[in-house]
């Protein structure tokens, strides 16, 4: 196992020991060697027992030397392209945090009529469009699942609703392996060829396990597609503590890791050294409401303790953060927020994704999107730590102001001041007077104003018509097949 992670200067949470690390994959080797888990696909059963598991029927045990040979052939960073310039954007490795969006929330909160709304071609692609504005936002998911078009294609609409309006790198989701490989020609177009995408990705899958232990068929051969393409892969559970693993946090890390692990070893059978971003979604079921629960401490706590373990494994991992379980944009969406993005900021977790969901992952909101926006800059400063050393310090500056004087004209003040200190732009620090005199507006109406600013004002930067042209080749294509 690689465990040459270093930390930051900055402030970092750190949730486990390396002995509790080490016995929660213990653990997780255990259930893989004795329990197994199911593949629901012939080529990788076939690819597993090549490699020297033990299958029976679709189960596959998987012994402990597989999954080390796994973990030290994955790569220790994962970078992404901006899909215009091809320049990398995004190293996924150490402690590098960066934030983006979910994927296919149904419904949609229209920031014009406030109504609750079914997510559309549309909807994703405003979603899109305010997700390349906003200067946080480091990457884009859907925030929305197209329903306004042919269902079995709906996940090509949904790239190319992306892919137009943002120049970001983007994770994807795909219906199943046909719509991954329509998905990847759509992104050779982009840059040029599959040479140049497998050297400048802009794109990464995200795929899950089923819970508990299994493999469905599209989910591995998406694996297997991803390795043979030599492009990166996303490969997360979704878990939740009490429903489908295990209620006591350890025993439902173990058996998440697992899943995630066992997803690992088969992508690095067909490719070792493919790109491979580890991680899940993991929480509690509320026994109360039997809700996949966004917004509780166990979350945050079990999302932090994980990057513990990607850390400690030198493996890439796929965070989750600035989400709620509130029906609304309200106080607790605010709070839900906070927390999980400060938590995420300093647990060191690298691709963090589902912000601006609200209502435990079933609606999205634009307003959510851009104050979480604003948080991730709040978290992203006080990540960055107190710089020590002797001009910050400052005593020379002390002694030529003396006592009774002022900094505010000093030459020391006007370097320092706007690179020491984080200014909002929706969280106000006005005096009340002023407050009123602008219509005493709330946090929610300045965010609301924001986002139909961008969505009316601001233009993403456009692709070639040659390239629109063959994306809409694509996708018509496609739909004819069906």
């Not at 960073?77 to 899909?83: G, Y």
């Not at 309006?165 to 992104?187: L, W």
């Not at 177009?189 to 497998?198: D, P």
Request: glycine share 6%.
């Amino acid at each position: 196992m690689k465990s040459s992670y270093q930390v930051n200067a900055g402030t970092v949470l750190e949730v486990l020991s390396q002995d509790q690390i080490k016995k929660i994959l213990e653990a997780s080797m255990e259930i893989l060697e004795s329990t197994g888990v199911v593949y629901h696909d012939e080529e990788a059963i076939e690819i597993m027992k090549n490699a020297g598991c033990f299958v029976e029927d679709n189960r596959v045990r998987i012994p402990a030397r597989l999954v080390d040979q796994a973990i030290s052939t994955a790569p220790s960073k994962v970078t992404l392209s901006n899909s215009r310039t091809r320049e990398r954007v995004m190293e996924l490795t150490g402690n590098n945090a960066y934030f983006g969006t979910g994927s296919d929330t149904p419904k949609f909160i229209d920031p014009y009529t406030g109504d609750r709304v079914t997510a559309s071609k549309e909807t994703v692609a405003m979603a899109t469009k305010t997700i390349d504005a906003l200067e946080n936002m480091d990457f884009v998911m859907s925030l929305g699942i197209v329903q306004d078009v042919p269902q079995p294609v709906y996940d090509r609409h949904q790239f190319q609703a992306m892919v137009l309006n943002t120049s970001k790198p983007i994770v994807i989701t795909a219906n199943d392996v046909a719509g991954y490989a329509d998905i990847i020609e759509m992104c050779e177009a982009v840059v040029g060829g599959e040479e140049e995408l497998r050297n400048n990705p802009f794109m990464t899958l995200y795929a899950e396990p089923i819970s508990p232990l299994q493999h469905a068929e599209d989910a591995a051969q998406k694996l297997v597609l991803a390795g043979k393409k030599s492009l990166p892969v996303v490969y997360t559970p979704c878990i939740m503590a009490g429903g489908t693993v295990p209620a006591t946090l350890a025993g439902a890390m173990a058996t998440g890791l697992a899943e995630s692990l066992s997803g690992l070893v088969l992508n690095q059978q067909t490719n070792a050294g493919n790109p491979f971003i580890m991680g899940g979604v993991f929480t509690i079921m509320d026994m109360n409401t039997t809700i996949f629960s966004y917004g509780a401490p166990e979350f945050d706590l079990m999302q932090a303790a994980l990057a513990d373990v990607s850390n400690y494994l030198d493996i890439p991992m796929f965070g989750t953060c600035g989400c709620s379980d509130s029906k609304i944009v309200d106080e607790q969406a605010a709070i839900e927020d906070a927390l999980s993005i400060l938590i995420t900021a300093q647990s060191g977790a690298n691709l963090n994704h589902d912000v601006g969901y609200i209502e435990h992952g079933n609606a999205a909101s634009l307003e959510n999107l851009v104050i979480s926006d604003e948080l991730i800059g709040y978290a992203r400063r006080i990540v960055r730590g107190i710089e020590v050393n002797d001009d910050t310090l400052a005593t020379d500056v002390i002694d030529r102001v003396g006592p009774g004087g002022h900094f505010l004209g000093d030459e020391h003040t006007m370097k320092y001041f706007k690179s020491e200190t984080w200014y909002p732009e929706l969280f106000q620090r006005v005096f009340y007077d002023n407050w009123e005199m602008n219509g005493e507006k709330t946090l929610f109406d300045r965010a609301n104003e924001k986002v139909k600013d961008i969505l009316e004002n601001y233009q993403p930067e456009p692709l070639p018509d040659d390239v629109v042209k063959r994306l809409d080749e694509i996708v018509e294509r496609a739909e004819n097949k069906m």
